[in-house]
């Protein structure tokens, strides 16, 4: 059984070869996806030396960044935010991946605390439509990029998006190249962001070949999911 250093050191290996394979000038982030694991889990790779972790629900990653506060960690909200979250997610979190629609902006910025830096922002797209995902339709992403970019409080970093997973890895490469373009339009109005957050354990390959800067990956670094935790 490998330890958590050679299961982190085997994925980052492999985000590097995807990276110089498609060219890449800069490196891609990885986010640890810490839904459902256990804080004693989180410790373990981060002792490793994995620094960034993504949560799905506001309350759960606030109790894991309370148990591990000596570590002086980097928390990402990656699930749906509620709007009754909101205060919480803005004192609880350094990125709020899943901003979908403008009434969460000035909830978040008014929750900032004082003398914190300003709360890193994606704004998630529903790039493929799907009824039953979070994110905006892609026509909306200028708006709420704008909206976000004028809030004192949070800083517009990027897009977000979970393609609609097809077993055809041609129609997931597609969305993620859509998302990619997405991403350039919005930097032309906004050349601040940096971040494409996109691809997953089973397919961030893809999305690095289509201009992921960072990518979510939980399972190839834990394993198996554990039951779902909820809000």
Known sequence: METPE?????VLQTIE??????????????LAVSKTRS???????????????????VREGATKAAELADLGLQWHLIGHLQSN?????????DWVQSLD???????LDKARPAG????????????????????CAPDQVPALADAVAAAPHLRLRGLMAIPAPHPDPARRRDAFGRLRALFVQTAARHPEIDTLSMGM????????????TLVRIGTALFGPRAVAARD
Do not use: H, M, W
Request: with cysteine; charged share 25%; aromatic share 4%.
């Open 201 to 212: 354990s089973e397919d961030f390959e893809l999305a690095i070949a289509e201009g992921a």
């Open 6 to 10: 050679q299961t982190l050191r085997g």
């Open 39 to 57: 804080a004693g889990e989180v410790r373990a790779l981060a002792a490793a030396g994995q620094r960034a972790f993504g949560e799905n629900y």
């Open 101 to 107: 629609r403008a009434k969460l902006v000035p909830a």
């Open 17 to 30: 070869n995807a990276a110089k394979l498609a060219g890449r000038p800069r490196a891609v982030n990885l």
């Open 85 to 93: 979250k909101c205060r919480e997610a803005a004192e609880v979190f």
């Open 116 to 135: 914190r830096p300003p709360l890193n922002i994606l704004v998630q797209v529903n790039v493929d439509g799907e009824a039953s995902k979070s994110g």
